[in-house]
């Protein structure tokens, strides 16, 4: 099992950065493929990025391709999510999710364990 626990979020204005940080409570964190996901109010969870085990695979939602970049610490067990030239669209709760399996996850029941989130706001 693995507790999730993000950090990172604020308010920026349209054009500015940000990175989430996703620490990791477990020994086996290396065994993980991590996820991030947002959501935005009265819209469905979204698949933003997502990251293999090993780190050397990764994807990204068509919206954040470019912006946003996945990648992962082993020696302090943490996941982050770097994002530039931040959007209003982006606004909404990010949420970092995890499964003990090889491979990349876009599909939010695909995890099995979740964070609590963070929220993201973007100002125009």
């Keep these: 099992q693995v507790q ?3 950090s990172g979020g604020g308010l920026v204005q ?8 996703c620490a990791a409570a477990g020994r086996t964190f290396s065994s ?6 947002r ?3 009265g819209k469905e969870r979204e698949f933003v990025a997502g990251i293999n085990w090993s780190g050397g695979n990764t994807d990204y939602a068509d919206s954040v391709k470019g912006r946003f970049t996945i990648s992962r610490d082993y020696a302090k067990n943490t996941v982050y999510l770097q994002m530039i030239s931040l959007k209003p669209e982006d606004t909404a709760e990010y949420y970092c999710a995890a499964r003990m399996a090889f491979g990349v996850f876009g599909i939010s029941r695909e995890y099995d364990y979740w964070g609590q989130g ?3 706001t973007v100002s125009s």
């Design 4 to 6: 999730l626990v993000e």
């Design 14 to 21: 349209a054009g500015g950065s940000l990175r989430l940080s």
């Design 32 to 37: 993980y493929a991590m996820g991030w996901f």
């Design 39 to 41: 959501q935005a109010p």
């Design 118 to 120: 963070t929220q993201v």
